[in-house]
């Protein structure tokens, strides 16, 4: 590895070298007459053999101007600073580019799109004035072979972009010794753009700048800097040897070299040539190298850096966890400044953020450094951010949590909100909880609730709840809550009576977390609790689908050792407390596993695609928390004889397919990829593009008011026969979101499934061909009292293809019922069937046709009365493949007095086994002797001394294989 490195770098050089060898010959250049902008150009003298550029200027229609300095003077680098990073994402501007974490990918259309048809990225590094540009990497991956990319340099002597290329590697390194008077800005500042041309694609990791020191001495007299720097990673059991390329005009060199990481750097040795042995080290610990060229008119910058050792490398002591992680609250108008420390190892950290208290966690980039500014922020609104350290590959816990926002919180946003007080719930306390959009502190207020009681602030909290244990029993408290946002005081929210009462129950344990990977032989839970409890009870379940959990123990600890595991598994964990034979509320969960378990990968969650959103697309989205190199996204379109089909991947969240044909439906998939391993996959959701003619929307719907006491009735009008109905709902307040009820191919549709006290909104969506129309126009409706009937299931999930045997149809549903399972064919006009009833969650459709796809709903009975159908969703049971074919047949010839045995060899998965027989000679037909689970058979329903042909094939999952050979016996008689 170490040679192939080397050969790629030194390939980089020599490249470097050759493109630049011819530069020379002088010329200068000054600002456009016309041009009103009066920012500096820099003026000189190339000081080499040519002014040529390295290749003729490619012409590329849509690469900017180079830039001419609009900045104030930047800060000088220090001569310490020897190696400035870019990441691929900062970028000053792009074309045809699209942000990945920290990269830039290129994608150069293969049509001109806005009259261009490349992709850049233009970067800009700062801070030269005291310093002297010495080498530019590029690390820029092509997409795949025969792919290439293009590098310009800003020229301010040729007042135009040097160009290098075309690059067809991962990396282009560039010597720019002598190129810093027309490189370098008055301003300190280099410019270079990186371009893809038409229907090439790259991705821009980092750029770096080697540097060396400036000022003084002309800077052309200081020795060039070395590169290549190579440590040996345990090639040799007592010593490590370190090598680079020579620095130009270099009469000897400095080597450093720092123990670990986190070392101090140290002067090891002077060397004269290129090549050092390092004897004084510690087998099995990891060191760092670096060199500098020294002449008479002083160094260089430092080279690359390299870790090597000799020997074995010990126990790596792993990732380190970030602490004191802080965001600044309002300093900045329009951004956020986040930053933490770590002690321990890390190669870079992600980013998490989530927006309000009950936003949701997602990873908003990647850092390597201690520091962070968010400026994708909305002023005034709140973000929680958190870090996770990721080092070789491990992924560290996340630091404390910590918010902020930009400009100034306002309003009455933060002001909390929504608080109750328990009535009687606890025997002991009273739960006081409350809502707030912002974050911040809360003074806890309480008094007895009668007249002329004062308030007064029992605690404070910066959770959105509270235990108050000290209310005596039976007397009637009112409760309020005051906002603080950093030492300024908030809005106070609603007033709320409770009061502690009998039947309580304990407490909730909460804090729970399970081992991960930290014993051999068991999985260590450990819990808080506060309050009385007799014991808890620990439950346990295995990571993945189709597990259930169980109670495994209980202890009187707040821990618990489990050693007796099935299986070296993931297993998830959660426990709650027991007074007094009355149970609490469950803790937290949390999963854990032996060591050198492979941790199960989290499945992407709540997958949804959009339904005509888009014109030429289909956007899918998820949500998913953990580990992933990428995702695959798969897809089926609806129907008969479709299967499920792999369409891409990505390392994003969200993945956009072009190809589809407008109108039709198609249903989606993802799962998650870490090397290996392939999570469970996720939820599956329609979708489909618009475009086409579109049918007329639903007229005329109205919704009963008050006119049934135990649902509302929702009629329409609509023309088009064999349509379809999806009826929407949502409650008549601010904020409420629209449901999908049900569908129906009626015009009329009665909702059992109501409030009273509720007013709701109703309107449909008319489907015709597959292809949907817009929706009806809007009416509220409420019934007059409580709804009658059971609840209806809910999140019916039918298998597509996932089994050979059966399609499994799983719901949820709230207590004891019973269930009928309904099922037709996926098909215009087909009528639904009742195919079985359980008492289950769940039914097995054994009966399914391979290849079949059907459409299935399910009925809940409670107490005789049944609910209205749960939704729908169509599942199909795959074809399986033929089993083998049975070998070595051989039927006995007279060895056996009144049958015949019949053996045969076989490999593989099989049900059962199917003989057939014929008599030998003349017109006899094949007829089924038996069908048998075993690889033999006596045939003992024969006439003796007759001959008969034997043959077999194997049957899977109703599936039939081929025959085998075929073979004749007989039978002897007596005597």
């Given at each position: 590895?170490?040679?192939?490195?080397?050969?790629?770098?030194?390939?980089?050089?020599?490249?470097?070298?050759?493109?630049?060898?011819?530069?020379?010959?002088?010329?200068?250049?000054?600002?456009?007459?016309?041009?009103?902008?009066?920012?500096?150009?820099?003026?000189?003298?190339?000081?080499?053999?040519?002014?040529?550029?390295?290749?003729?200027?490619?012409?590329?229609?849509?690469?900017?101007d180079?830039?001419?300095?609009?900045?104030?003077?930047?800060?000088?680098?220090?001569?310490?600073?020897?190696?400035?990073?870019?990441?691929?994402?900062?970028?000053?501007?792009?074309?045809?580019?699209?942000?990945?974490?920290?990269?830039?990918?290129?994608?150069?259309?293969?049509?001109?799109?806005?009259?261009?048809?490349?992709?850049?990225?233009?970067?800009?590094?700062?801070?030269?004035?005291?310093?002297?540009?010495?080498?530019?990497?590029?690390?820029?991956?092509?997409?795949?072979?025969?792919?290439?990319?293009?590098?310009?340099?800003?020229?301010?002597?040729?007042?135009?972009?040097r160009?290098?290329?075309?690059?067809?590697?991962?990396e282009?390194?560039?010597?720019?010794?002598?190129?810093?008077?027309?490189?370098?800005?008055?301003?300190?500042?280099?410019?270079?753009?990186v371009?893809?041309?038409?229907?090439?694609?790259?991705?821009?990791?980092?750029?770096?700048?080697?540097?060396?020191?400036g000022?003084?001495?002309?800077?052309?007299?200081?020795?060039?800097v070395?590169?290549?720097?190579?440590?040996?990673?345990?090639?040799?059991?007592?010593?490590?040897?370190?090598?680079?390329?020579?620095?130009?005009?270099?009469?000897?060199?400095?080597?450093?070299?720092?123990?670990?990481?986190?070392?101090?750097?140290?002067?090891?040795?002077?060397?004269?040539?290129?090549?050092?042995?390092?004897?004084?080290?510690?087998?099995?610990?990891?060191?760092?190298?670096?060199?500098?060229?020294?002449?008479?008119?002083?160094?260089?910058?430092?080279?690359?850096?390299?870790?090597?050792?000799?020997?074995?490398?010990?126990?790596?002591?792993?990732?380190?966890?970030?602490?004191?992680?802080?965001?600044?609250?309002?300093?900045?108008?329009?951004?956020i400044?986040?930053?933490?420390?770590?002690?321990?190892?890390?190669?870079?950290?992600?980013?998490?953020?989530?927006?309000?208290?009950?936003?949701e966690?997602?990873?908003?980039?990647?850092?390597?450094?201690?520091?962070?500014?968010?400026?994708?922020?909305?002023?005034g609104?709140?973000?929680?951010?958190?870090?996770?350290?990721?080092?070789?590959?491990?992924?560290?816990?996340?630091?404390?949590?910590?918010?902020?926002?930009?400009?100034?919180?306002?309003?009455?946003?933060?002001?909390?909100?929504?608080?109750?007080?328990?009535?009687?719930?606890?025997?002991?306390?009273?739960?006081?909880?409350?809502?707030?959009?912002?974050?911040?502190?809360?003074?806890?207020?309480?008094?007895?609730?009668?007249?002329?009681?004062?308030?007064?602030?029992?605690?404070?909290?910066?959770?959105?709840?509270?235990?108050?244990?000290?209310?005596?029993?039976g007397?009637?408290?009112?409760?309020?809550?005051?906002?603080?946002?950093?030492?300024?005081?908030?809005?106070?929210?609603?007033?709320?009576?409770?009061?502690?009462?009998?039947?309580?129950?304990?407490?909730?344990p909460?804090?729970?977390?399970?081992?991960?990977?930290?014993?051999?032989?068991?999985?260590?839970?450990?819990?808080?609790?506060?309050?009385?409890?007799?014991?808890?009870?620990?439950?346990?379940?295995?990571?993945?689908d189709?597990?259930?959990?169980?109670?495994i123990d209980?202890t009187?600890?707040?821990?618990?050792?489990?050693?007796?595991?099935?299986?070296?598994?993931?297993?998830?964990?959660?426990?709650?407390?027991?007074?007094?034979?009355?149970?609490?509320?469950?803790?937290?969960?949390?999963?854990?596993?032996?060591?050198?378990?492979?941790?199960?990968?989290?499945?992407?969650?709540?997958?949804?695609?959009?339904?005509?959103?888009?014109?030429?697309?289909?956007?899918?989205?998820?949500?998913?928390?953990?580990?992933?190199?990428?995702?695959?996204?798969?897809?089926v379109?609806?129907?008969?004889?479709?299967?499920?089909?792999?369409?891409?991947?990505?390392?994003?969240?969200?993945?956009?397919?072009?190809?589809?044909?407008?109108?039709?439906?198609?249903?989606?998939?993802?799962?998650?990829?870490?090397?290996?391993?392939?999570?469970?996959?996720?939820?599956h959701?329609?979708?489909?593009?618009?475009?086409?003619?579109?049918?007329?929307?639903?007229?005329?719907?109205?919704?009963?008011?008050?006119?049934?006491?135990?649902?509302?009735?929702?009629?329409w009008?609509?023309?088009?026969?064999?349509?379809?109905?999806?009826?929407?709902?949502?409650?008549?307040?601010?904020?409420?979101?629209?449901?999908?009820?049900?569908?129906?191919?009626?015009?009329?549709?009665?909702?059992?499934?109501?409030?009273?006290?509720?007013?709701?909104?109703?309107?449909?969506?008319?489907?015709?061909?597959?292809?949907?129309?817009?929706?009806?126009?809007?009416?509220?409706?409420?019934?007059?009292?409580?709804?009658?009937?059971?609840?209806?299931?809910?999140?019916?999930?039918?298998?597509?293809?996932?089994?050979?045997?059966?399609?499994?149809?799983?719901?949820?549903?709230?207590?004891?019922?019973?269930?009928?399972?309904?099922?037709?064919?996926?098909?215009?006009?087909?009528?639904?069937?009742?195919?079985?009833?359980?008492?289950?969650?769940?039914?097995?459709?054994?009966?399914?046709?391979?290849?079949?796809?059907?459409?299935?709903?399910?009925?809940?009975?409670?107490?005789?009365?049944?609910?209205?159908?749960?939704?729908?969703?169509?599942?199909?049971?795959?074809?399986?493949?033929?089993p083998?074919?049975?070998?070595?047949?051989?039927?006995?010839d007279?060895?056996?007095?009144?049958?015949v045995r019949?053996?045969?060899?076989?490999?593989?998965?099989?049900?059962?086994?199917?003989?057939?027989?014929k008599?030998?000679?003349?017109?006899?037909?094949?007829?089924?002797?038996?069908?048998?689970?075993?690889?033999?058979?006596s045939?003992?329903?024969?006439?003796?001394?007759?001959?008969?042909?034997?043959?077999?094939?194997?049957?899977?999952?109703d599936?039939?294989?081929?025959?085998?050979?075929?073979?004749?016996?007989?039978?002897?008689?007596?005597?």
């Amino acid at each position: 590895m170490q040679q192939l490195l080397r050969f790629g770098i030194l390939f980089f050089v020599a490249l470097a070298w050759f493109v630049l060898a011819g530069c020379g010959g002088g010329s200068t250049v000054t600002p456009d007459p016309g041009d009103t902008n009066n920012d500096p150009v820099i003026t000189g003298t190339w000081e080499g053999t040519a002014a040529t550029s390295a290749v003729d200027d490619p012409g590329f229609a849509g690469v900017p101007d180079i830039p001419f300095d609009t900045m104030t003077t930047s800060r000088a680098a220090s001569q310490d600073n020897t190696q400035l990073e870019l990441l691929g994402s900062d970028f000053l501007q792009q074309l045809n580019a699209t942000v990945a974490g920290t990269t830039l990918v290129l994608n150069a259309p293969s049509t001109p799109v806005g009259g261009f048809d490349i992709a850049f990225g233009l970067y800009r590094f700062q801070g030269l004035t005291e310093v002297t540009p010495e080498w530019l990497n590029v690390e820029c991956l092509p997409a795949s072979f025969g792919q290439q990319y293009y590098v310009a340099i800003a020229d301010y002597t040729l007042g135009d972009w040097r160009w290098f290329g075309p690059v067809t590697f991962p990396e282009f390194q560039l010597d720019l010794s002598d190129l810093n008077h027309h490189i370098v800005t008055e301003l300190g500042n280099m410019y270079f753009v990186v371009v893809c041309e038409s229907g090439n694609s790259a991705t821009i990791s980092r750029s770096v700048l080697t540097v060396g020191a400036g000022g003084g001495e002309d800077p052309d007299l200081l020795p060039g800097v070395p590169h290549g720097l190579i440590a040996t990673d345990g090639v040799y059991d007592e010593y490590v040897v370190i090598e680079w390329d020579n620095g130009a005009d270099a009469d000897h060199y400095e080597l450093w070299r720092k123990c670990g990481e986190d070392g101090e750097w140290d002067d090891l040795a002077i060397v004269e040539g290129n090549r050092y042995e390092d004897h004084a080290v510690t087998p099995g610990q990891l060191y760092w190298y670096k060199a500098r060229s020294v002449n008479e008119h002083g160094t260089s910058g430092w080279s690359n850096h390299d870790s090597g050792y000799a020997g074995e490398l010990g126990e790596d002591p792993g990732v380190g966890t970030p602490f004191d992680l802080q965001a600044t609250d309002g300093e900045f108008v329009d951004k956020i400044f986040i930053w933490w420390e770590i002690e321990g190892n890390y190669d870079y950290f992600e980013l998490w953020r989530k927006q309000g208290e009950d936003g949701e966690w997602g990873k908003y980039t990647e850092v390597e450094d201690l520091e962070y500014l968010d400026l994708e922020v909305t002023p005034g609104v709140y973000y929680h951010y958190k870090v996770f350290a990721v080092y070789g590959g491990q992924t560290s816990e996340h630091s404390n949590i910590d918010y902020g926002y930009a400009g100034e919180i306002g309003g009455e946003t933060g002001e909390p909100y929504d608080l109750v007080a328990s009535d009687g719930t606890h025997e002991e306390k009273v739960v006081v909880e409350w809502n707030c959009d912002g974050d911040g502190a809360f003074d806890v207020y309480r008094r007895v609730n009668e007249e002329g009681a004062e308030w007064g602030v029992i605690d404070e909290t910066t959770d959105h709840y509270y235990y108050d244990w000290d209310a005596e029993p039976g007397v009637v408290y009112a409760y309020k809550v005051r906002v603080w946002h950093d030492g300024v005081a908030g809005g106070y929210s609603n007033t709320d009576t409770g009061y502690a009462g009998q039947g309580g129950g304990p407490g909730t344990p909460w804090d729970l977390i399970a081992t991960d990977g930290l014993y051999p032989d068991k999985i260590r839970c450990e819990w808080y609790f506060e309050g009385d409890y007799d014991y808890f009870e620990v439950w346990r379940k295995r990571a993945g689908d189709g597990y259930e959990w169980a109670k495994i123990d209980t202890t009187e600890a707040m821990e618990y050792d489990d050693y007796d595991l099935p299986g070296d598994y993931t297993f998830w964990y959660k426990v709650r407390a027991v007074l007094d034979e009355q149970t609490g509320d469950w803790s937290n969960a949390d999963s854990g596993y032996l060591q050198d378990t492979e941790p199960v990968l989290n499945k992407p969650l709540e997958l949804v695609a959009t339904d005509g959103l888009y014109e030429d697309k289909v956007r899918v989205e998820w949500y998913h928390e953990g580990d992933y190199e990428y995702f695959e996204i798969w897809r089926v379109r609806d129907g008969e004889g479709y299967e499920w089909t792999k369409i891409g991947e990505t390392e994003d969240k969200s993945y956009n397919d072009y190809e589809v044909d407008a109108g039709v439906h198609y249903y989606y998939k993802a799962r998650t990829v870490d090397g290996d391993l392939t999570s469970e996959w996720s939820n599956h959701d329609e979708g489909w593009a618009a475009g086409g003619d579109r049918p007329p929307a639903p007229w005329e719907l109205s919704a009963s008011d008050g006119t049934h006491e135990e649902k509302v009735v929702v009629t329409w009008h609509y023309e088009i026969e064999g349509a379809w109905f999806d009826v929407y709902r949502m409650e008549n307040v601010e904020g409420a979101a629209w449901t999908v009820l049900d569908e129906t191919q009626d015009l009329t549709y009665y909702d059992f499934e109501v409030d009273g006290d509720t007013v709701y909104v109703y309107k449909v969506v008319a489907w015709v061909g597959g292809v949907n129309s817009d929706p009806s126009n809007h009416d509220t409706g409420y019934a007059s009292g409580g709804g009658s009937g059971p609840q209806a299931p809910w999140d019916l999930v039918a298998s597509d293809g996932e089994y050979t045997d059966k399609v499994l149809i799983t719901w949820s549903y709230e207590g004891d019922a019973f269930y009928d399972v309904y099922r037709k064919v996926n098909e215009e006009g087909a009528e639904w069937g009742v195919i079985g009833e359980t008492g289950d969650k769940g039914y097995h459709d054994t009966a399914a046709v391979p290849g079949t796809v059907y459409v299935y709903k399910a009925v809940a009975w409670v107490g005789g009365v049944p609910s209205d159908p749960s939704n729908t969703d169509t599942g199909y049971r795959a074809e399986a493949d033929p089993p083998n074919t049975p070998t070595e047949l051989w039927a006995s010839d007279g060895t056996h007095v009144g049958y015949v045995r019949i053996e045969w060899a076989f490999e593989g998965d099989y049900s059962y086994f199917d003989l057939w027989r014929k008599r030998d000679g003349g017109e006899y037909e094949w007829q089924r002797l038996t069908t048998t689970e075993g690889l033999g058979w006596s045939d003992d329903e024969l006439d003796t001394g007759v001959i008969y042909i034997y043959k077999v094939r194997a049957i899977l999952n109703d599936v039939e294989g081929e025959w085998s050979n075929t073979d004749t016996g007989w039978a002897a008689s007596e005597g």
